[in-house]
C-alpha cells in the first residue's frame, strides 16, 4: 500500500516571500501520478499541479512549481510571490494507474496561512 | 474545463431521514467517481468508488447499506445517506476522474455539509 506524509503542520509566509511544502511517499510502483491540491477556506479541493512520475522535468504552474526526486520519494511544492489567496489547505496526493479505478492517497495536508 | 458540481451544498435533516446528494461532471464524462468525508481540519477520507452502470466498491468500514451510491450516468453519481443520524453530520465530498494522455487526474466538487439533528 502506498502512503503520503506531509511532515509540516501548519507554515506561514510573510506575502511575496517563497515557501516550500514538504511531501515524501512510499511506493514500489514505477509508473504513477502526484499531485498537490488546495483546499481554501471554502472548502473546495483545486488542483494545483500535477507530476507525471516518468518525466524527470518538474511540473510547474505559473507561481507553483514542484521538486521532484523519485529516487529519494520526495514531492515538494514551491509556492513563489506568495499572495494572500494562497492560504489553505495543501494536500499532497499519490494516485496508481488502475484501469479507471485510480484511487489518491492523500497525505495529512500542512495548513499554509499568508500573512499581510 | 474539468468542472464537477455537487447539489445540495448544504443541508439540515432530521435524524431518520434520508439525504440524497447529487454530484456532475459537467464538461467532462467520468466513468468513475469518488465519494469523500472529511472530519475538521483532517484529510479526505474515501468512501466507496462509483463506476458507471455497476456496483459501488465501498472502504472497508463504510456500510453499504446505510451509504446507497448510483452511478446511473457518465455525468452523474449519487449519494444517498439512509436513516441518517447525528454522526452522520460531516462534509461530504466528490470527485470525478478525468482520464486521457496528459489528464488523468480526480476533479473535485465543492461539498456538501451534512447536519442531522
Known amino acids: 500500500a502506498q502512503t503520503v506524509t506531509q511532515s509540516q503542520p501548519e507554515m506561514s509566509v510573510q506575502e511575496a516571500e517563497t515557501v516550500t511544502l514538504s511531501c515524501t511517499y512510499d511506493?514500489?510502483?514505477?509508473?504513477?501520478?502526484l499531485f498537490w491540491y488546495k483546499q481554501p477556506p471554502s472548502r473546495q479541493m483545486i488542483l494545483v499541479i500535477r507530476q507525471e512520475a516518468y518525466k524527470q522535468q518538474n511540473a510547474t504552474e505559473n507561481r507553483f512549481s514542484v521538486n521532484f526526486q523519485k529516487a529519494a520519494k520526495s514531492f515538494s511544492l514551491k509556492i513563489s510571490d506568495s499572495q494572500l489567496g494562497d492560504t489553505a489547505m495543501y494536500f499532497c496526493a499519490f494516485m496508481r494507474p488502475n484501469f479507471g479505478n485510480e484511487k489518491l492517497t492523500f497525505g495529512t495536508g500542512t495548513r499554509l496561512t499568508i500573512i499581510p | 474545463g474539468a468542472v464537477v458540481s455537487q447539489h445540495p451544498s448544504r443541508v439540515i435533516c432530521k435524524s431518520g431521514t434520508s439525504v440524497k446528494i447529487e454530484c456532475r461532471s459537467l464538461?467532462?464524462?467520468?466513468?468513475?467517481m469518488f465519494w469523500y468525508r472529511q472530519f475538521p481540519k483532517k484529510s479526505l477520507m474515501l468512501m466507496a468508488t462509483?463506476?458507471?452502470?455497476?456496483?459501488?466498491?465501498?472502504e472497508q468500514g463504510v456500510e453499504k447499506d446505510k451509504f446507497l451510491i448510483n452511478h446511473a450516468s457518465l455525468t452523474l453519481s449519487t449519494l444517498t445517506v439512509t436513516s441518517a443520524h447525528p454522526e452522520d453530520s460531516s462534509f461530504y465530498i466528490c470527485s470525478a476522474y478525468h482520464a486521457g494522455r496528459s489528464t488523468d487526474t480526480q476533479y473535485f466538487g465543492p461539498g456538501t455539509r451534512l447536519t442531522v439533528l
Open positions: 511506493t514500489s510502483e514505477n509508473n504513477y501520478y
Open positions: 462509483s463506476n458507471e452502470g455497476s456496483k459501488a466498491t465501498y
Open positions: 464538461d467532462f464524462q467520468a466513468t468513475t
